[in-house]
């Protein structure tokens, strides 16, 4: 598997911090863990990270918590030596039935057993019971479906697991991330041929355009 869409620098640097919501950070464990590219920053966020908490425990003048996440994206941003890539890991989307192991908290270990809710036509979901910062959900899109426009006022994360969409930002398929703020507005298109089934984490509501969905939203809670 070799993903197309990666994680922003910033989620990097929150996850290696572990300062990202529980939600986002399920799905940012499911992206990674078919994802050498990912596991790679991941492990140098951590490292710098590691350094700087260093310098900063040794100088009084190295002082507050957005110096270090600042300082922490700048040394990411920078190029380095080609390291060693970390050896890939089992791919979930290799086996036809088992979902990614960040899942099985939440949704079970099993395709099969997936309990879905009719949403809207041609749209399913299942939302993750457990979780107090945010929304966690699996979502199950029928083949050439459109999603209605919107925007999010937070972050939006969607790991595609089956199938695939596209939208002004590109083409997302299995294995790849959409990682998204609130400057982003966009509708994705499942593709045609099969279903596209994603994981998502939003930390706040999304945001409508439309005066339909927004009508709708108090009762998709989205």
Not at 3 to 30: F, K, N, Q, R, W
Not at 74 to 87: I, K, S, Y
Not at 151 to 173: K, P, S, V
């Amino acid at each position: 598997m070799n993903p197309h869409h990666h994680l922003d620098p910033s989620t990097v640097v929150s996850y290696a911090a572990g300062a990202l919501a529980t939600e986002v950070a399920i799905v940012a464990a499911t992206h990674l863990e078919t994802c050498a590219h990912c596991r790679g920053r991941i492990e140098e966020a951590e490292r710098i990270g590691g350094q700087l908490v260093e310098q900063q425990q040794a100088s009084a003048a190295v002082g507050r918590l957005a110096d270090l996440r600042a300082s922490m994206l700048h040394r990411l941003d920078e190029p380095t030596p080609p390291a060693a890539v970390p050896a890939p890991r089992a791919a979930p989307y290799e086996d036809d039935d088992r979902l990614p192991t960040p899942l099985h908290p939440y949704f079970g270990a099993s395709y099969r057993d997936l309990k879905w809710r009719w949403m809207a036509p041609g749209v399913h979901c299942i939302r993750a019971a457990g979780t107090k910062t945010g929304t966690l959900l699996m979502l199950k899109i029928g083949p050439g479906r459109s999603m209605p426009v919107h925007g999010h006022g937070g972050t939006e994360l969607t790991q595609i697991l089956r199938g695939a969409y596209h939208d002004a930002l590109g083409h997302f398929a299995p294995g790849d991330v959409a990682d998204l703020d609130s400057d982003v507005e966009h509708q994705p298109v499942t593709v045609p041929g099969a279903a596209c089934i994603c994981v998502s984490a939003l930390d706040a509501p999304l945001r409508f355009p439309g005066w339909l969905a927004r009508k709708l939203q108090p009762l998709f809670k989205l």
